[in-house]
């Protein structure tokens, strides 16, 4: 097997547009995946012989369940249940299987409904932990987490509601160039500053709206991207890494930490040959926390490199390009494949308004399965423009 990744295209890059609630079950979501990735690359439905599934609320049924309903006959087959690491690491194994010749095209696909109520009872039956330490105190799901990590992430460094402010402003900014974005309103700072508290220090703006929705693409080899005529963009590197410093009494670092260096090994690129970077970002803090350990400033830096860079499609550091979840939405596991749709986006010029001038090469990040006081799942990804 190959230790990298040459030869690999990723093409098609699928969303189906968001709503905040939804009567409909994640099959009808993932089901809409399916019928536009064939609808745009013009594949018959036979001709998928890969597929990997992602979702929360898919259960019963699991991705073989889902063959069924959806009359698909894949000689490979993943289920990913990580989260917002679930992007990258359906792209990783993918790539792989097409590498092997176990599959010619792989359909990665990524959805969730929600109900009114599906968000809070998928939130108490999230783990064991869940059941067990979290839920029966009364501190349930993870803006209580989130919020016990940013304050540390504070005090630690001395980042400040300001420098998380910067982030989703930008990325509201970015948003309001993305279509499928559900939040269609300018945000300033003042407003992000003054929003109501939810788990201290965590206001409105720095936590993530739950919706259904869905995500998808492809992943194939280059020859047969070329035969089919689609544009896409290159898969240089990935890394993935589970349980990471499980020793760490506190999270300040995911798993990106120990494998950076393998990644950008793999792509022949360093961090600032990256002209975006598209991080998982259900909570600013998660943003800085991979800022670092993707190698883009220094650990406990990040406040000081939000502060002195612009963060828009037009800034001179553009993340989130399309919005991210923050101004987004989150639809469940499909949160985690936003950012990487969004890159094959702006490397093949589909981008629209928020195209990144001249961009050549991009980096996205993964996070995921936050489980009591830490996330456990962690990916990374660089593309290049073919």
Same mark, same amino acid.
């Given at each position: 097997?190959?230790?990298?990744?040459?030869?690999?295209?990723?093409?098609?890059?699928?969303? &189906?547009?968001?709503? +905040?609630?939804?009567? =409909? $079950?994640?099959?009808?979501?993932? *089901?809409?995946? /399916?019928?536009?990735?064939?609808?745009?690359?013009?594949?018959?439905?036979?001709?998928?012989?890969?597929?990997?599934?992602?979702?929360?609320?898919?259960?019963?049924?699991?991705?073989?369940?889902?063959?069924?309903?959806?009359?698909?006959?894949?000689?490979?087959?993943?289920?990913?249940?990580?989260?917002?690491?679930?992007? &990258?690491?359906?792209? +990783?194994?993918?790539? =792989? $299987?097409?590498?092997?010749?176990? *599959?010619?095209? /792989?359909?990665?696909?990524?959805?969730?409904?929600?109900?009114?109520?599906?968000?809070?009872?998928?939130?108490?039956?999230?783990?064991?932990?869940?059941?067990?330490?979290?839920?029966?105190?009364?501190?349930?799901?993870?803006?209580?987490?989130?919020?016990?990590?940013?304050?540390?992430?504070?005090?630690?460094?001395?980042?400040?509601?300001?420098?998380?402010?910067?982030?989703?402003?930008?990325?509201?900014?970015? *948003?309001?160039?993305?279509?499928?974005?559900?939040?269609?309103?300018?945000?300033?700072?003042?407003?992000?500053?003054?929003?109501?508290?939810?788990?201290?220090?965590?206001?409105?703006?720095?936590?993530?709206?739950?919706?259904?929705?869905?995500?998808?693409?492809?992943?194939?080899?280059?020859?047969?991207?070329?035969?089919?005529?689609?544009?896409?963009?290159?898969?240089?590197?990935?890394?993935?890494?589970?349980?990471?410093?499980?020793?760490?009494?506190?999270?300040?670092?995911?798993?990106?930490?120990?494998?950076?260096?393998?990644?950008?090994?793999?792509?022949?690129?360093?961090?600032?040959?990256?002209?975006?970077?598209?991080?998982?970002?259900?909570?600013?803090?998660?943003?800085?926390?991979?800022?670092?350990?993707?190698?883009?400033?220094?650990?406990?830096?990040?406040?000081?490199?939000?502060?002195?860079?612009?963060?828009?499609?037009?800034?001179?550091?553009?993340?989130?390009?399309?919005?991210?979840?923050?101004?987004?939405?989150?639809?469940?596991?499909?949160?985690?494949?936003?950012?990487?749709?969004?890159?094959?986006?702006?490397?093949?010029?589909?981008?629209?308004?928020?195209?990144?001038?001249?961009?050549?090469?991009?980096?996205?990040?993964?996070?995921?399965?936050?489980?009591?006081?830490?996330?456990?799942?962690?990916?990374?990804?660089?593309?290049?423009?073919?």
């Amino acid at each position: 097997m190959r230790k990298n990744y040459e030869g690999v295209a990723v093409a098609v890059p699928v969303t &189906v547009p968001y709503v +905040r609630y939804s009567i =409909r $079950a994640a099959h009808w979501w993932l *089901a809409r995946a /399916v019928s536009e990735l064939l609808k745009i690359s013009k594949l018959k439905k036979e001709q998928l012989d890969g597929l990997s599934v992602s979702s929360f609320t898919l259960a019963p049924d699991s991705a073989v369940g889902l063959t069924q309903h959806l009359g698909l006959s894949p000689r490979w087959l993943d289920h990913l249940p990580y989260g917002g690491a679930s992007g &990258v690491v359906a792209l +990783r194994r993918a790539a =792989r $299987a097409v590498q092997a010749g176990d *599959a010619e095209v /792989v359909a990665c696909i990524a959805g969730d409904t929600n109900h009114v109520d599906s968000f809070r009872l998928t939130l108490a039956n999230f783990s064991q932990f869940a059941r067990d330490a979290v839920y029966p105190y009364g501190a349930g799901g993870p803006n209580a987490s989130f919020a016990f990590l940013t304050a540390y992430y504070m005090r630690t460094y001395g980042a400040t509601r300001e420098d998380f402010g910067k982030l989703c402003v930008a990325q509201r900014a970015n *948003a309001l160039k993305f279509p499928h974005a559900l939040f269609k309103k300018p945000l300033t700072l003042e407003e992000y500053l003054v929003a109501r508290p939810i788990a201290d220090p965590l206001h409105l703006y720095d936590c993530v709206m739950p919706c259904a929705g869905a995500e998808a693409f492809l992943v194939m080899t280059v020859e047969k991207a070329e035969s089919l005529n689609l544009k896409f963009a290159k898969l240089l590197g990935t890394i993935e890494r589970h349980n990471a410093f499980p020793t760490d009494p506190i999270q300040m670092r995911g798993g990106w930490a120990l494998d950076r260096d393998e990644l950008y090994a793999q792509a022949g690129l360093a961090p600032q040959d990256m002209d975006f970077l598209q991080t998982y970002d259900d909570y600013p803090v998660i943003s800085l926390m991979q800022l670092e350990d993707l190698g883009f400033c220094a650990k406990g830096e990040a406040p000081d490199f939000i502060r002195s860079h612009t963060f828009t499609t037009d800034g001179d550091f553009p993340l989130n390009t399309s919005g991210g979840q923050l101004s987004v939405g989150q639809a469940g596991a499909a949160g985690g494949y936003l950012g990487l749709v969004e890159a094959i986006r702006q490397l093949t010029g589909q981008a629209g308004e928020r195209q990144v001038k001249d961009a050549r090469a991009g980096l996205v990040s993964g996070f995921g399965m936050i489980n009591f006081d830490r996330g456990l799942s962690s990916g990374a990804a660089i593309f290049a423009k073919l």
